[in-house]
């Protein structure tokens, strides 16, 4: 019986912990280091505090770690290291510490530190006023770190500015360069009537694309013949022009074609019955006009009917004119 009891006492003899603690005074906030060791204990064995309640008596912990293996052999055993600090002045308690170990409760004595205010709580101490502020001359270099930035900024768009002009300049003496090749505006004009006529978008109820084309067709006419940018005016810019210039045809018929092309496009208004007729037989007298005389020879420039099929398609009812401009009157 007597050797069962000594036995019993070998099995259950705790470990004494063997405690760190500093610093014993720091200021707000400083970190202070509490290091708890079992010598010889199992760290599987060990209930360590919960590091997640966030504090341990005055302090709030900032860091919780185990120690084992062979760092923990170096300190003669598993350990447990907590990071701490006190926001607050005065004497700070860490409050009595709980261990377990098989179950049975193991008490750590708690650990006291003072905490001093950053500044000194000498009742002598006095501030040394602050000096006046002085003024001190701007130099040249400090307007160049100023300003510089800006000039720099200012030189590069002056420069983007004079290269994207020098790029503009070359491309449109480019295209002012290409070779344009050979079919007269008439037979243009006469050939995208023709595949309009047979596209036919009036029957499949697309007046928009109907009338688009027809004004496509009758100022790229115009302004092949006349070289002035027909396609692009509006259609008051148009008025005025035939006012001035001297075109073939009576230009009621181009105002007419002109102002129904608007009320179908923007004021969304459809074609009378049977408008859809005159305004193609109208748009036949104006191409008719400028039908060339045979017995003169007229040195225009042209391009190939290859092109024209594509300019059309690409240029009418399916994708909208383009280069024109498709506001309404001024």
Same mark, same amino acid.
């Given at each position: 019986?007597?050797?069962?009891?000594?036995?019993?006492?070998?099995?259950?003899?705790? &470990?004494?912990?063997?405690?760190?603690?500093?610093?014993?005074?720091?200021?707000?906030?400083?970190?202070?280091?509490? @290091?708890?060791?079992?010598?010889?204990?199992?760290?599987?064995?060990?209930?360590?505090?919960?590091?997640?309640?966030?504090?341990?008596?005055?302090?709030?912990?900032?860091?919780?770690?185990?120690? $084992?293996?062979?760092?923990?052999?170096?300190?003669?055993?598993?350990?447990?290291?907590?990071?701490?600090?006190?926001?607050?002045?005065?004497?700070?308690?860490?409050?009595?510490?709980?261990?377990?170990?098989?179950?049975?409760?193991?008490?750590?004595?708690?650990?006291?530190?003072?905490?001093?205010?950053?500044?000194?709580?000498?009742?002598?101490?006095?501030?040394?006023?602050?000096?006046? @502020?002085?003024?001190?001359? +701007?130099?040249?270099?400090?307007?160049? +770190?100023? +300003?510089?930035?800006?000039?720099?900024?200012? /030189?590069?768009? +002056?420069?983007?500015?004079?290269?994207?002009?020098?790029?503009?300049?070359?491309?449109?003496?480019?295209?002012?360069?290409?070779?344009?090749?050979?079919?007269?505006?008439?037979?243009?004009?006469?050939?995208?009537?023709?595949?309009?006529?047979?596209?036919? &978008?009036?029957?499949?109820?697309?007046?928009?694309?109907?009338?688009?084309?027809?004004?496509?067709?009758?100022?790229?006419?115009?302004?092949?013949?006349?070289?002035?940018?027909?396609?692009?005016?509006?259609?008051?810019?148009?008025?005025?022009?035939?006012?001035?210039?001297?075109?073939?045809?009576?230009?009621?018929?181009?105002?007419?074609?002109?102002?129904?092309?608007?009320?179908?496009?923007?004021?969304?208004? &459809?074609?009378?019955?049977?408008?859809?007729? $005159?305004?193609?037989?109208?748009?036949? /007298?104006?191409?008719?006009?400028?039908?060339?005389?045979?017995?003169?020879?007229?040195?225009?420039?042209? /391009?190939?009917?290859?092109?024209? /099929?594509?300019?059309?398609? $690409?240029?009418?009812?399916?994708?909208?004119?383009?280069?024109?401009? @498709?506001?309404?009157?001024?």
């Amino acid at each position: 019986m007597l050797g069962a009891l000594l036995v019993g006492q070998v099995v259950y003899a705790q &470990p004494t912990p063997l405690v760190s603690f500093a610093p014993d005074t720091a200021t707000i906030g400083d970190p202070f280091t509490l @290091q708890i060791t079992l010598p010889g204990a199992n760290p599987e064995r060990i209930t360590w505090p919960d590091p997640r309640e966030g504090s341990l008596g005055d302090f709030t912990l900032l860091e919780a770690d185990t120690l $084992s293996g062979r760092e923990a052999r170096k300190l003669g055993g598993p350990t447990l290291r907590l990071t701490m600090a006190v926001y607050d002045t005065g004497a700070a308690s860490t409050g009595e510490i709980t261990l377990g170990l098989d179950g049975n409760p193991i008490l750590v004595p708690a650990r006291t530190a003072t905490i001093v205010s950053v500044l000194s709580d000498s009742a002598g101490s006095q501030f040394r006023p602050l000096k006046a @502020q002085e003024d001190l001359p +701007i130099t040249f270099w400090d307007m160049l +770190i100023y +300003i510089g930035p800006w000039l720099l900024g200012l /030189i590069a768009l +002056i420069l983007i500015y004079f290269l994207v002009r020098r790029f503009l300049r070359r491309r449109k003496e480019a295209e002012a360069e290409e070779v344009i090749p050979s079919v007269p505006p008439y037979e243009q004009a006469l050939e995208a009537l023709a595949l309009l006529k047979k596209e036919n &978008p009036l029957a499949r109820g697309d007046q928009k694309g109907y009338v688009t084309s027809l004004v496509y067709i009758v100022k790229r006419l115009l302004e092949r013949t006349h070289f002035d940018p027909v396609l692009e005016m509006t259609t008051g810019e148009v008025r005025r022009w035939v006012r001035e210039k001297r075109v073939l045809f009576n230009s009621s018929l181009l105002i007419e074609l002109l102002d129904a092309a608007d009320r179908v496009k923007f004021a969304k208004f &459809p074609l009378e019955p049977g408008s859809g007729d $005159s305004l193609m037989q109208a748009t036949e /007298i104006m191409i008719e006009k400028y039908r060339p005389d045979p017995r003169s020879e007229i040195n225009e420039p042209e /391009i190939s009917s290859d092109d024209i /099929i594509e300019d059309v398609k $690409s240029s009418s009812w399916r994708t909208g004119v383009p280069g024109s401009k @498709q506001e309404g009157d001024e």
